[in-house]
Protein backbone atom coordinates (compact mmCIF):
# COMPACT_ATOMS: atom_id res chain seq x y z
CA UNK A 1 0.00 0.00 0.00
CA UNK A 2 1.20 3.26 -0.63
CA UNK A 3 1.74 5.79 1.43
CA UNK A 4 -1.30 6.96 3.23
CA UNK A 5 -2.69 10.73 2.48
CA UNK A 6 -3.11 13.54 5.11
CA UNK A 7 -5.95 15.83 6.31
CA UNK A 8 -8.63 13.18 4.74
CA UNK A 9 -11.45 13.80 6.46
CA UNK A 10 -14.42 10.96 6.46
CA UNK A 11 -17.79 12.18 6.80
CA UNK A 12 -21.77 11.86 5.82
CA UNK A 13 -22.02 13.16 2.31
CA UNK A 14 -24.32 16.80 1.55
CA UNK A 15 -25.91 17.60 -0.85
CA UNK A 16 -23.21 19.86 -1.82
CA UNK A 17 -21.37 16.97 -2.73
CA UNK A 18 -23.23 14.60 -5.36
CA UNK A 19 -21.78 16.14 -8.43
CA UNK A 20 -18.60 15.56 -7.34
CA UNK A 21 -19.43 11.95 -5.66
CA UNK A 22 -20.65 11.17 -9.01
CA UNK A 23 -17.86 12.16 -10.62
CA UNK A 24 -15.30 10.56 -8.30
CA UNK A 25 -17.86 7.52 -9.26
CA UNK A 26 -17.35 7.94 -13.18
CA UNK A 27 -14.02 8.07 -12.96
CA UNK A 28 -13.06 5.32 -10.79
CA UNK A 29 -15.43 2.35 -12.41
CA UNK A 30 -15.03 3.75 -15.94
CA UNK A 31 -13.70 0.82 -18.41
CA UNK A 32 -13.40 -1.49 -15.19
CA UNK A 33 -16.75 -3.59 -15.46
CA UNK A 34 -17.22 -3.00 -19.70
CA UNK A 35 -16.66 -0.29 -21.29
CA UNK A 36 -17.54 3.40 -20.40
CA UNK A 37 -20.01 2.63 -16.63
CA UNK A 38 -23.20 3.15 -15.53
CA UNK A 39 -22.48 3.70 -11.60
CA UNK A 40 -22.50 7.31 -11.39
CA UNK A 41 -26.27 7.18 -12.48
CA UNK A 42 -26.95 4.38 -10.11
CA UNK A 43 -25.86 6.28 -7.82
CA UNK A 44 -27.67 9.76 -8.89
CA UNK A 45 -31.21 7.61 -9.01
CA UNK A 46 -30.47 5.83 -5.91
CA UNK A 47 -30.44 8.96 -3.24
CA UNK A 48 -34.10 9.51 -4.39
CA UNK A 49 -34.99 6.03 -3.47
CA UNK A 50 -37.10 5.18 -0.40
CA UNK A 51 -34.34 2.55 0.24
CA UNK A 52 -31.76 5.06 0.54
CA UNK A 53 -29.75 4.80 3.60
CA UNK A 54 -28.15 8.30 4.14
CA UNK A 55 -26.61 7.78 7.23
CA UNK A 56 -24.36 5.15 4.99
CA UNK A 57 -23.51 7.69 2.60
CA UNK A 58 -20.43 8.56 3.01
CA UNK A 59 -17.56 10.44 1.43
CA UNK A 60 -13.43 11.14 2.09
CA UNK A 61 -12.68 14.65 1.74
CA UNK A 62 -9.76 16.20 1.13
CA UNK A 63 -8.71 18.84 3.48
CA UNK A 64 -7.62 22.10 1.43
CA UNK A 65 -8.30 20.97 -2.20
CA UNK A 66 -10.51 23.25 -3.62
CA UNK A 67 -11.64 21.75 -6.77
CA UNK A 68 -11.54 18.07 -6.88
CA UNK A 69 -12.41 18.06 -2.77
CA UNK A 70 -13.35 14.23 -2.63
CA UNK A 71 -11.19 11.04 -2.79
CA UNK A 72 -13.79 8.62 -2.42
CA UNK A 73 -17.79 7.77 -1.66
CA UNK A 74 -19.72 4.44 -1.38
CA UNK A 75 -23.30 4.33 -0.81
CA UNK A 76 -25.77 1.84 0.73
CA UNK A 77 -29.39 0.70 0.24
CA UNK A 78 -31.94 -1.43 2.43
CA UNK A 79 -32.65 -4.83 0.61
CA UNK A 80 -34.55 -8.24 1.32
CA UNK A 81 -33.98 -11.45 1.91
CA UNK A 82 -37.01 -13.39 0.86
CA UNK A 83 -38.10 -17.18 2.38
CA UNK A 84 -41.63 -17.95 1.11
CA UNK A 85 -43.59 -15.11 2.98
CA UNK A 86 -40.70 -14.11 4.88
CA UNK A 87 -38.91 -11.49 4.32
CA UNK A 88 -36.15 -9.68 6.39
CA UNK A 89 -34.56 -6.47 5.71
CA UNK A 90 -30.52 -6.15 5.25
CA UNK A 91 -28.53 -3.60 3.31
CA UNK A 92 -26.99 -4.27 -0.05
CA UNK A 93 -23.69 -1.96 -0.02
CA UNK A 94 -22.45 -0.27 -2.91
CA UNK A 95 -21.33 1.51 -5.32
CA UNK A 96 -17.62 2.38 -3.31
CA UNK A 97 -15.47 4.03 -5.35
CA UNK A 98 -12.13 5.64 -4.77
CA UNK A 99 -10.12 8.34 -7.13
CA UNK A 100 -8.32 6.31 -9.65
CA UNK A 101 -5.20 8.40 -8.57
CA UNK A 102 -5.58 7.76 -5.04
CA UNK A 103 -6.68 3.76 -5.01
CA UNK A 104 -4.42 1.62 -2.48
CA UNK A 105 -3.95 3.76 0.14
CA UNK A 106 -6.35 2.57 2.09
CA UNK A 107 -9.51 4.67 1.50
CA UNK A 108 -11.86 1.81 0.71
CA UNK A 109 -10.51 -0.36 3.30
CA UNK A 110 -11.60 2.84 5.65
CA UNK A 111 -14.71 3.46 3.80
CA UNK A 112 -15.63 -0.22 4.37
CA UNK A 113 -15.39 0.01 7.76
CA UNK A 114 -17.01 2.98 8.69
CA UNK A 115 -19.54 1.79 6.83
CA UNK A 116 -19.90 -2.08 8.94
CA UNK A 117 -19.88 0.17 11.97
CA UNK A 118 -22.20 2.69 11.63
CA UNK A 119 -24.49 -0.44 10.16
CA UNK A 120 -23.91 -2.16 13.68
CA UNK A 121 -25.25 1.00 15.31
CA UNK A 122 -28.12 1.27 13.24
CA UNK A 123 -29.27 -2.36 13.80
CA UNK A 124 -28.66 -4.42 10.89
CA UNK A 125 -28.15 -7.63 10.53
CA UNK A 126 -26.17 -7.74 7.72
CA UNK A 127 -24.99 -6.18 4.43
CA UNK A 128 -24.88 -7.60 1.09
CA UNK A 129 -22.59 -6.78 -2.08
CA UNK A 130 -21.32 -7.68 -5.37
CA UNK A 131 -17.60 -7.65 -5.32
CA UNK A 132 -14.17 -8.82 -5.73
CA UNK A 133 -13.88 -11.99 -3.07
CA UNK A 134 -9.77 -11.21 -2.83
CA UNK A 135 -10.82 -7.47 -2.29
CA UNK A 136 -13.36 -7.75 0.48
CA UNK A 137 -12.63 -11.15 2.53
CA UNK A 138 -9.82 -8.82 4.18
CA UNK A 139 -12.94 -6.49 5.71
CA UNK A 140 -14.99 -9.67 6.81
CA UNK A 141 -17.24 -10.58 3.57
CA UNK A 142 -18.00 -14.25 3.10
CA UNK A 143 -19.52 -16.17 0.14
CA UNK A 144 -23.33 -15.37 0.90
CA UNK A 145 -23.90 -19.07 -0.28
CA UNK A 146 -22.15 -20.24 2.89
CA UNK A 147 -25.41 -18.74 4.27
CA UNK A 148 -27.98 -20.27 1.79
CA UNK A 149 -28.94 -16.80 0.42
CA UNK A 150 -28.67 -16.76 -3.42
CA UNK A 151 -29.01 -13.68 -5.65
CA UNK A 152 -32.94 -13.36 -7.09
CA UNK A 153 -32.12 -14.69 -10.62
CA UNK A 154 -30.42 -17.86 -9.37
CA UNK A 155 -26.76 -18.53 -10.10
CA UNK A 156 -24.27 -18.21 -7.25
CA UNK A 157 -21.33 -16.27 -7.74
CA UNK A 158 -18.22 -16.06 -5.15
CA UNK A 159 -18.16 -12.36 -6.58
CA UNK A 160 -22.07 -12.21 -4.07
CA UNK A 161 -20.97 -11.38 -0.33
CA UNK A 162 -21.82 -11.03 2.97
CA UNK A 163 -20.93 -9.35 6.28
CA UNK A 164 -22.38 -10.97 8.66
CA UNK A 165 -23.07 -8.09 11.60
CA UNK A 166 -25.64 -9.67 13.63
CA UNK A 167 -24.31 -13.61 13.90
CA UNK A 168 -27.58 -14.35 15.52
CA UNK A 169 -30.04 -12.45 13.26
CA UNK A 170 -27.86 -13.46 10.24
CA UNK A 171 -28.44 -17.17 11.35
CA UNK A 172 -31.54 -17.00 10.74
CA UNK A 173 -31.69 -15.76 6.84
CA UNK A 174 -32.03 -17.84 4.27
CA UNK A 175 -33.27 -17.05 0.71
CA UNK A 176 -33.57 -14.92 -2.37
CA UNK A 177 -31.64 -11.81 -1.85
CA UNK A 178 -33.86 -8.55 -3.58
CA UNK A 179 -32.08 -5.60 -4.09
CA UNK A 180 -33.29 -2.02 -4.78
CA UNK A 181 -35.58 -1.48 -7.99
CA UNK A 182 -33.35 1.21 -8.62
CA UNK A 183 -30.35 -1.22 -9.36
CA UNK A 184 -32.67 -2.39 -12.06
CA UNK A 185 -32.54 0.65 -14.39
CA UNK A 186 -32.65 1.33 -18.49
CA UNK A 187 -29.27 1.77 -19.93
CA UNK A 188 -30.10 4.14 -22.15
CA UNK A 189 -31.27 6.80 -19.21
CA UNK A 190 -28.01 5.72 -17.43
CA UNK A 191 -26.33 6.77 -20.98
CA UNK A 192 -28.40 10.08 -21.67
CA UNK A 193 -27.13 10.70 -17.99
CA UNK A 194 -23.40 10.65 -18.57
CA UNK A 195 -23.30 13.05 -21.58
CA UNK A 196 -24.31 15.49 -18.63
CA UNK A 197 -20.53 14.99 -17.69
CA UNK A 198 -17.17 15.43 -19.89
CA UNK A 199 -17.01 13.86 -23.34
CA UNK A 200 -15.18 10.12 -22.58
CA UNK A 201 -13.73 7.49 -24.74
CA UNK A 202 -15.40 4.22 -23.88
CA UNK A 203 -12.69 1.41 -24.07
CA UNK A 204 -13.82 -2.19 -24.67
CA UNK A 205 -10.58 -4.04 -22.37
CA UNK A 206 -9.65 -7.85 -21.39
CA UNK A 207 -10.83 -8.64 -18.27
CA UNK A 208 -14.62 -6.39 -18.31
CA UNK A 209 -17.18 -8.58 -17.14
CA UNK A 210 -19.96 -6.97 -19.32
CA UNK A 211 -19.87 -5.53 -22.48
C1 LIG B 1 -12.30 -1.17 -5.07
C2 LIG B 1 -11.88 0.19 -4.48
C3 LIG B 1 -13.10 0.88 -3.88
C4 LIG B 1 -10.83 -0.10 -3.39
O1 LIG B 1 -10.45 1.11 -2.81
P1 LIG B 1 -8.91 1.43 -2.53
O2 LIG B 1 -8.86 2.65 -1.71
O3 LIG B 1 -8.18 1.44 -3.82
O4 LIG B 1 -8.45 0.13 -1.73
P2 LIG B 1 -7.60 0.09 -0.39
O5 LIG B 1 -6.43 1.01 -0.53
O6 LIG B 1 -8.46 0.25 0.78
O7 LIG B 1 -7.08 -1.40 -0.43
C5 LIG B 1 -6.09 -1.69 -1.37
C6 LIG B 1 -5.56 -3.06 -1.12
O8 LIG B 1 -6.56 -3.99 -1.41
C7 LIG B 1 -6.13 -4.83 -2.47
N1 LIG B 1 -7.06 -4.67 -3.56
C8 LIG B 1 -7.60 -3.55 -4.09
N2 LIG B 1 -8.44 -3.86 -5.06
C9 LIG B 1 -8.43 -5.21 -5.13
C10 LIG B 1 -9.07 -6.14 -5.94
N3 LIG B 1 -9.95 -5.76 -6.88
N4 LIG B 1 -8.82 -7.45 -5.73
C11 LIG B 1 -7.95 -7.84 -4.79
N5 LIG B 1 -7.30 -6.99 -3.99
C12 LIG B 1 -7.54 -5.70 -4.16
C13 LIG B 1 -4.80 -4.45 -2.92
O9 LIG B 1 -3.97 -5.58 -2.69
C14 LIG B 1 -4.40 -3.30 -2.05
O10 LIG B 1 -3.32 -3.63 -1.26
P3 LIG B 1 -1.83 -3.36 -1.81
O11 LIG B 1 -1.76 -1.92 -2.21
O12 LIG B 1 -1.02 -3.71 -0.62
O13 LIG B 1 -1.64 -4.29 -2.94
C15 LIG B 1 -11.22 1.08 -5.55
O14 LIG B 1 -10.09 0.45 -6.06
C16 LIG B 1 -12.14 1.47 -6.70
O15 LIG B 1 -12.79 2.50 -6.65
N6 LIG B 1 -12.15 0.65 -7.76
C17 LIG B 1 -12.95 0.93 -8.95
C18 LIG B 1 -14.42 0.81 -8.69
C19 LIG B 1 -14.79 -0.53 -8.10
O16 LIG B 1 -14.41 -1.58 -8.63
N7 LIG B 1 -15.54 -0.49 -6.99
C20 LIG B 1 -15.96 -1.67 -6.28
C21 LIG B 1 -17.04 -2.38 -6.98
S1 LIG B 1 -17.56 -3.80 -6.06
Known amino acids: MQTLIENLIYRNERAGDWRVAETVTRD ?65 LGPIAVRPDLQRRGIGRALLSLTIARSRELGFAAIFLYGDPGYYSASGFLPASDFDVHPAEGGDTPAFMIHPIDPVATAALRGRFIDDPVFHFDSAEADAFDRLFPPRERHRLPGQLFG
Open 28 to 92: AFWDTYKPGCDEHYLLHEMRSSPGFVPELAYVAELGGVKDTPLAGASYCTRAAVVDGTASREVLC
